[in-house]
């Protein structure tokens, strides 16, 4: 069972529209924050801990904090990922 405890309002710490020119992988970290990603446009490959995901246009992922993640391939061209930390 998933059990959330926040205080709201909830209060992103950074975030942004990422798009890309079809170079490079998102980075390998482990944030403090709870991080939520949208695919407006293309797919993003991403791995957390052991498992990987495959995020297309239309979905979201939410990743857990103090967790390693890290790209497992490539962007693609065009891609349009909105990201924000909180």
């Given at each position: 069972?998933?059990?959330?405890?926040?205080?709201?309002?909830?209060?992103?710490?950074?975030?942004?529209?990422?798009i890309s020119?079809?170079?490079g992988?998102?980075?390998?970290?482990?944030?403090?924050?709870w991080e939520i990603i949208f695919v407006e446009k293309g797919r993003l490959?991403?791995?957390e801990?052991?498992?990987?995901?495959?995020v297309d246009a239309g979905e979201s992922l939410l990743l857990w904090p103090n967790r390693q993640h890290v790209g497992v391939e490539d962007f693609s061209r065009r891609s349009q990922i909105l990201l924000a930390a909180f």
């Open positions: 069972m998933l059990e959330l405890s926040m205080t709201l309002p909830i209060k992103v710490q950074n975030g942004g529209l990422f020119r079809g170079v992988r998102h980075p390998a970290r482990r944030l403090e924050s490959t991403i791995q801990e052991e498992r990987i995901f495959l």
